[in-house]
């Protein structure tokens, strides 16, 4: 304690004391957390009547009111991000207004999802059992983006836009990256057919490669669009598990050989090319931010705010 501390009335040292709890990271990241899974239960809660009223989902009333209850979720929870920075941070969501990076997102995350399957599919890791009549193709691709861009909106706006965002405010990129990225694994670990394995995998690939990303970007909107696009062309075109979940897609796959080749009941997360591809893609975002100056120093490693200097007059 400083003999300034030290001096200060009872209620000033209070006052001190609570405004550091309101405003410490660990704070900021669980009201954060709070209010997005608030919002999100709120939206679930406001879309039931629609899916609980919609047509057959193989129709075109159906997939219109899956793709509105899409974007009705996505706006709660992008609007809840956005009163939570402005009220709670006391400063505009600029990372929420970049929507331009929407569609490098979707091709970025489109093609290392194609190379990864392609990969798997020419060693025989992965083959083809059917295929779905092509009158199926557009809902079967509209349900899918429709439901990749909600897990899409919901895990990147709580890991980037809260956790990995104000870890690095506090603790610097480098620390946040890392953390970040094991927690993505660690929070997929209790899909089907997770392993320990798996789990690190995943924090090596996607967790390294979403939290890279952001960094380069400043925009949520890039990484909903790599985690959307890997989600719905897996879920809705190539087929095979999802994170462990199976799919209807166009394309009915199933895995062979070696888990650690071929993704296993996982999925094509859970193989080695998938690791070897995105971790590549995530090094790559890391040495553009470097080189861009995106990277931000821990507070132990920031130098000092100048002191103004007062010319006093002869």
């Known amino acids: ?78 609007g809840a991000y956005a009163l939570f920075v402005r009220v709670y941070e006391k400063r505009w969501p600029a990372e929420v207004g970049r929507i331009g990076w929407l569609v490098p997102g979707l091709a970025l995350g ?33 349900r899918a983006l429709a439901a990749g861009l909600v897990v899409a909106t919901m895990e990147e706006v709580l890991l980037r836009g809260v956790f990995f965002r104000i870890l690095e405010n506090s603790l610097g990129s480098w620390i946040a990256v890392l953390l970040s990225a094991l927690l993505f694994g660690l929070l997929h670990a209790g899909n089907p057919n997770a392993t320990l394995a798996v789990a690190l995998r995943l924090s090596l690939q996607a967790g390294v490669l979403l939290a890279a ?51 296993g009941g996982f999925g094509v997360e859970g193989s080695i090319f998938a690791t070897i591809v995105c971790g590549c893609a995530g090094v790559a975002c890391c040495v553009a931010a470097v080189r861009m100056g995106k990277v931000e120093r821990p507070f132990w490693k920031r130098p000092e705010p100048a002191t103004p200097t007062v010319l006093l007059p002869a």
């Open 110 to 142: 489109a093609a290392l999802l194609t190379v990864v399957v392609m990969a798997l599919r020419l060693g025989g890791w992965q083959v083809v059992e059917s295929t779905e009549p092509a009158a199926r193709w557009a809902g079967l691709i509209v």
């Open 213 to 263: 990303a952001y960094m380069l970007s400043r925009s949520l909107w890039f990484v909903i669009g790599i985690h959307c696009a890997w989600n719905a062309l897996q879920q809705g075109v190539f087929g095979g598990a999802l994170s462990g979940s199976d799919v209807h897609a166009i394309q009915t796959a199933a895995a062979r050989g070696p888990d650690l080749l071929s993704g």
């Open 1 to 78: 304690m400083t003999a300034e501390t030290a001096c200060l009335p009872a209620s000033s040292k209070l006052a001190r004391v609570g405004w550091f709890l309101l405003l410490n990271p660990v704070t900021r990241i669980v009201v954060g957390f709070v209010v997005i899974a608030l919002a999100s239960l709120g939206a679930q809660k406001a879309v039931d009547p629609i899916h609980l009223h919609r047509a057959d989902e193989s129709t075109r009333s159906g997939l219109v009111l899956e793709v509105i209850a899409a974007i009705i979720m996505t706006g709660v929870i992008l």
